[in-house]
Every structure is written in C-alpha cells, then in structure tokens.
C-alpha cells in the first residue's frame, strides 16, 4: 500500500434525524449508516414519516495517512472499530439539517475535533474496511513509546532554580 491511500470507492453517509419526547430538544440527529456511494448520487430525502427523517450525503472518502497511523491502531484495537462522523448543522434548500462534513477511520482526529468544538458520532466498522485499515496500520505504524514528560515551568523562581540545582548535581555525579 502506498503511504498515503484511500478507499477505492466513495462513501455515503445516512443521516436520521428521529423525535425525542423532550421538552427542550424535540427530536435527534444522528448518522444511521455509511455505504458505498452509488453513481450520480446526490444529497436528497430518502424517507420523512411519523417525525422521523433520513437523509442521504454522498461524496465522502476515506484517505490513510503514515502520521494518523496511532489513531488508527487506537482505532483498532478498541472493542468495536469504528467511522469518526463530524457533522455540523446547516440549512440545505430551505431545511435545517445535520450536514456530514468530514468521515475519518483516526481516533486522534475525531478527539481533535471534538476538543474543537465539533460533533462526533460513530458507526461501526465493516470487517471489510477494518481488514483494509489493519494491513495499512500493521505496515506503517511503528510504536515511539513514551514522549518524555516535561518539566513544569508553571512554578517559577524558586522551583526552578531547585530543578536546576539538581540537574546540575545529577550531572556532576554522571560525569
């Protein structure tokens, strides 16, 4: 596989937005499947029925890239992998909808972007796709281990000048 690839196919996400018996917030989106795209698609309406809406985004891919290779591992290894689905709220010819923005296979970048302010939901992972992200993540993950934890620099004057004594001894004593 090469170092950056992508799904040989495009995705479509199925957005559902369901009712809620609550007084603040009277119904739900979520994403209810991702699939294949098929020719031509385009974003319409697939159902609208008792409350309940579903929607259909097409146009989505699937890129691998070396440097999220630990989000995929993490990805991987939970209990059910799984599609990172961003979406936002927006209006589409006149209706609000939860518009899919972005649909990844990384854990590091779905955390990055709810820490973003982003909403994040998942699905689970077919076998086919996990098989595809497993030979990618076992040919170009390599484990670096523990970064180095930093010295704190929050405690000024006294602190550091106590650090700083010591590292100093400490290298006395090794040289």
């Known amino acids: ?24 917030q009277p119904f739900q989106w979520k994403p209810l499947e991702i ?17 309940e809406q579903r929607w259909l985004f097409p146009g989505f891919s699937a890129t691998l890239h070396v440097d ?5 591992f ?5 209990e059910t992998p799984c ?13 609000e909808l939860a518009v899919p923005k972005s649909v990844s296979l990384s854990y590091d ?11 994040v939901d998942i699905l689970p992972l077919s076998t086919d796709v996990a098989a595809w992200l497993a030979e990618y993540t076992q040919q170009y993950f ?19 000048q106590k650090m700083a004594i010591a590292e100093a001894s400490v290298n006395r004593k090794t040289h």
């Open 142 to 160: 390599r484990y670096e281990g523990k970064k180095p934890r930093k010295r704190p620099s929050f405690e000024g004057g006294e602190g550091v």
């Open 109 to 119: 970048e779905a955390a990055r972007q709810i820490d973003g302010g982003e909403q």
């Open 83 to 95: 599609w990172f689905v961003m979406w936002r709220m927006e209006e589409v010819d006149g209706v």
């Open 74 to 78: 993490l990805n991987l290894s939970s």
């Open 1 to 24: 596989m090469e170092k950056n690839t992508e799904l040989p196919f495009t995705l479509s996400v199925i957005m559902q937005r369901v009712p809620m018996n609550n007084r603040w």
């Open 35 to 51: 699939l294949a795209d098929t020719p031509d698609a385009k974003i319409h309406q697939l159902m609208s029925g008792d409350g």
């Open 68 to 72: 999220e290779t630990p989000g995929y």
